[in-house]
Each structure stands twice: as C-alpha cells, then as structure tokens.
C-alpha cells in the first residue's frame, strides 16, 4: 500500500520547540473521548495524533474517559471505544484513566478556588445566566450572587455535594471577568447538580464538574504535557489556561511519575471534515435513536465500527489521516479520497471472486446437459502466491444484466444479439436468441458456446472484445449484497442550509439478490473479497448459512486522483 512517508508538522515543532527549553522531560498527550457514544472518523484524527506524537518523540499516551455527564454516559461506549483503539493498533501506554477518578481532587479544587476568591455560588437560573452573559458586542454584568462570601458559598458548595438542593437550584461558578471579549471568560460554571448516577461511580456524587473545569485540570492531574485538540477549542483555551494556573500546576514541578513539567499546553489544529458525511456525535446520535440507520455500526455511519463493518482496514484509515495531515484552518475534505485508500489498500490484498447482483440466466444450447467442466482461475492476477481455485462449467450459468443489451451503443464490448464475449477463465459464447417474459423484459439468452475456445487450450488464442464475470447456476450461491452510498445527498445550492435530516439521501441503501461462487458461501464474517468488476465486498455478521449478506465496501470506479 502506498503510504505516505512521515511529515514534520506545527504541533511536532512546537513539542521540540518545548523540550528544548526543557519545559518538559517526557512528552505526554492523552486521548480523552466522552464515553457518550462511538468513535468516528473525526474522532481518528485526534487519535491518531495524540497517539502519534507520543510515538514520535518516545513518549507517554493516556486514555482517558472524560466521564462528566451521566446523563448520556454508559460504559457500552467505553468497551467500544477502546475497541477501536485497538483495532486500529493503538495501546495507551501512558495508562487509562477516567475524569471520575479525580473528582474528589476536583472537588478539593474547587473548593480551594472558592475560598481564593476564584468562584462563587449562583442561584440564577439557566435562562437567567445567559441573559447576565452578554453578547459578542455587549459586555455581560455580574450576578447579584458573584459577592456572596466566601464562607457562605463553601456552606452551600458542601451541602450541594450532600444532596440537599434540587437540580437547577444552584450553580458553582468561576469568578473572571463578566466584561471578557471571549465569552468563555465571563464566569462560566464549574458544577452543576444532577441526581444521576454515573456509569462508574453509581450515586456517589449529585454534583459533577463541567467539561471545561474537569479537562483541563484532569491533564494537569495526570501529567500531560501536551493537550492536542481540535480548532473549535481554540476560543476555550483561555479558561484552560486558567484553571490550569490558578490550581498551581504551572509552576515547575515533577508529575505523578517524577517527571520535570509545567503544566499541559494546549494546541489546536484543524477538525476533520468530510462531504457528505455527518461528523457529529449528537446527530450520528439522532439517527441511531430514530432508527435511520440499523445501529452505530451501519456500514453507513461514518463511525469506526461501521467502517470495520463495511470492510475498512486500520491501514487505510490511518492512511487518509496522514494524506489529510495536519493544518490550522477548516477545510473539507472530498469523501473520494477516503474511498481511494481503502481501495488502494484492498487491490492488493483482496482475492478474486466472480458474483453477479442483477443476474441474467443463459443457456448455452450446444453444451450438453450432464457435462461439467471444471476450469482453474487465479485468485489473484498480481499475487500467484494467493494460489489458484477450481470452478465448474455446465450447461446453464448467468452473467449480470447490464452487462448485455439489445440495441447496444458504439463501443459496448459487453454481449449483444450476434455478439461474442469471453467469459473469465472459461469459453467464448456469442448470443444466438433473446427469450422475453410476457411483459417484455428479459426472461434469459440462448447462446452457443465455442467449444475449442477454452482457456489455456490452443484454441484460447481467438480474440474477442469483452470479458465478462460469470456464474455456474448448478453450484452458486445466493446472497444478499449491500450497496452503499454516502448517507448525505450531495451538496447543492438546491440543499444549501437544510437541516442534516432532510439532506440524508434515501438511495445511502440499495439490497440486491444475486449469486456467487461457492466460495463466498463459505467464507468467514469479515472476510473481504474482489467481486469482478463490481466492487470490494465484506462479508456481514447478518449472514446465515442459507443466504450471506455481503457489504460493498467500496466500488471500482475511482473518481479521486492523488
């Protein structure tokens, strides 16, 4: 597979730019998915580079849960997740964590910010806080509650964690700068209540930590050296910074593992996005739970575990993450490219099969009906060593519809009434009659079949135009195969501004019956195959003895040009 070599970036400046100022003595980053769904392929751009830059400079990853909101928390997305990881080779060596691990320090935090005069406790309601907040041209104002002392927000704060209050009663708030151009800045909330319990900590705990207070300080906790995140956090930095250095940890101090550092530092860098494709875990959410889609693992969810379904590998994921690269502006990127490297990857690997989706029987009249012949074709045109695999040959066969018409333009190499074709590793036969059903369509052709024009045999040497997949109707298999689409319609000026759900294109999914060599019957779920001239195919896990269920992973046809 044609990989790309490894490229220096900003974010690898920038570590070697710190370690030799000797900020730090081991580079650390951490992966810290929200355990509130599956990983998808935006997710595998940040993996790939918080694993990647550890690997880079002979440093420490974690993995860690940023389990902070138990409302849409549950640890089926914490197997999955690191299920994920794994498959696309990854081990967190730096250790796994979860947020929940330091909400006693959290707390302890929090409670030491109150007293510093860093935090206050607010009974504004949610509708009132953003009102208080201010816009992007007007300052906001403070709560009536930001002067409470200090003693009486530490009684309140503590009588909070008992359980004393009803949800929305009060808020624990940083106290910054209500007048802040970032709005982030004007005294966002730190804890909130909510009696819900947590995945890991049961009902432990009826206040928890807001993302914005818990990340930043659970890196610091855990040593990390290096917060690599996506664009979107950039405006967020601020207030990362602060809770970082109002908690003491810039200050030059050893980590948990005796290890020289000052803090994390945050670095941002382009979020990945691509046509035709949702990116978002909440609306990948939506579609799951209003059943648009059969499960976060639908072929056509953009999710890892969809993709490892459909028949992608690590290698061609991780391959369109480093084509992408890394940059520090939005952009999006043409779902094209992602299908060429998985079918780079696939040509290679995947062995030759012949199916047919839309079949059309043929009955070649000049074969006898008890004989068999049993032809040998390679599994691999560039890859002898795949080895070869026997097929029959008899009397009655099919080849797919469109690949024969009866008023055929110029240039259709393909069968035609009077016309010739060779079928693969096998005979040539040419089209002697076309029988029709009642309403006109095609029922099946009668055709004649050269019989000194066999494969490997000195007659072999006549030459024909096409070639044509094929399917002995004697032995075949039937299956099901899945053909994909994007899930979103393309853009269009006609689609421009409407909502995700009413641009899902409805042909995402197209199911046909066809038949296929025995083999296909007999693989394995997961195996993945060539079918020729139609596409690379994963066998799915809905498959059952009698009828497989293939997944077309990707077609053949290859719009994308590197």
């Known amino acids: 597979m044609d990989m790309q070599p490894e490229r220096s970036n900003f974010i690898y400046d920038a570590i070697t730019e710190d370690l030799e100022q000797g900020h730090y003595e081991v580079v650390r980053t951490r992966f810290p998915p929200e355990p509130n769904g599956y990983l998808h392929i935006g997710h595998c751009k940040a993996l790939v580079t918080d694993f990647g830059a550890a690997e880079k400079f002979g440093g420490l990853c974690n993995l860690r849960f940023d389990d902070t909101n138990p409302t849409k928390e549950d640890t089926e997305y914490v197997d999955a997740i690191m299920e994920d990881i794994h498959w696309l080779g990854f081990e967190w060596n730096g250790g796994l964590y979860y947020a929940s691990d330091y909400y006693e320090e959290l707390y302890q935090i929090a409670e030491d910010f109150i007293m510093r005069d860093l935090a206050y406790i607010d009974e504004l309601c949610p509708d009132e806080i953003r009102e208080y907040r201010g816009t992007l041209t007007e300052p906001g104002k403070n709560s009536p509650y930001r002067d409470r002392p200090r003693e009486e927000s530490l009684d309140l704060f503590r009588r909070m964690r008992k359980g004393e209050f009803p949800e929305g009663s009060y808020v624990l708030r940083s106290k910054i700068d209500m007048a802040s151009p970032n709005m982030n800045m004007r005294d966002p909330v730190m804890y909130r209540i909510l009696h819900e319990t947590h995945h890991r900590t049961g009902d432990d705990w009826c206040i928890y930590p807001m993302y ?27 207030l990362y910074d602060w809770a970082v250095e109002n908690a003491g940890f810039r200050e030059k101090h050893q980590d948990k593992d005796g290890n020289w550092t000052i803090g994390p530092r945050q670095i941002e860098f382009a979020r990945l996005n691509i046509t035709r494709t949702v990116m978002s875990k909440r609306l990948l959410r939506q579609l799951v739970e209003g059943n648009h889609v059969t499960g976060w693992d639908d072929p056509r969810m953009p999710t890892l575990s969809g993709m490892r379904r459909r028949g992608y590998s690590p290698a061609a994921i991780r391959d369109f993450i480093e084509r992408v690269g890394l940059a520090k502006a939005d952009s999006v990127v043409d779902f094209a490219l992602l299908e060429y490297c998985v079918r780079q990857d696939l040509g290679d690997q995947a062995s030759r099969v012949m199916a047919v989706i839309n079949p059309l029987p043929i009955e070649l009249n000049n074969w006898p009906e008890s004989k068999t012949d049993i032809l040998t074709i390679e599994n691999h045109p560039n890859h002898p060593e795949f080895g070869e695999r026997e097929v029959k040959f008899g009397k009655h066969l099919y080849i797919d519809r469109e690949d024969f018409m009866e008023d055929p333009p110029k240039k259709f190499f393909r069968l035609r009434p009077g016309g010739e074709v060779r079928l693969k590793g096998a005979y040539i036969i040419k089209c002697e009659e076309v029988i029709k059903n009642a309403d006109g369509s095609i029922k099946k052709l009668i055709c004649s079949c050269d019989l000194d024009s066999r494969s490997g045999s000195p007659g072999a040497e006549r030459k024909v135009r096409g070639t044509l997949q094929w399917i002995n109707a004697d032995d075949c298999v039937p299956f099901e195969a899945r053909l994909y689409e994007p899930l979103l319609e393309e853009d269009s000026p006609e689609n421009e501004g409407l909502d995700f759900m009413e641009r ?6 197209t199911v046909k019956q066809g038949f296929a060599e025995p083999i296909v019957g007999d693989a394995k779920v997961g195996d993945r195959f060539q079918f020729l001239r139609i596409g690379y195919f994963c066998k799915d896990p809905d498959s059952t003895q009698e009828m497989p269920v293939y997944n077309r992973t990707v077609s053949l046809r290859d719009s994308y040009r590197p």
Do not use: I, M, Q, Y
Not at 223 to 235: A, I, K, M, N
Not at 504 to 509: A, D, G, V
């Open 212 to 238: 914005d207070f818990a990340h930043p300080l659970s890196d610091a906790l855990e040593g990390v050296t290096h917060s690599l995140c996506s664009l979107e956090f950039e405006d967020h930095r601020p």
């Open 504 to 509: 899902l294109n409805p042909e995402s999914l």
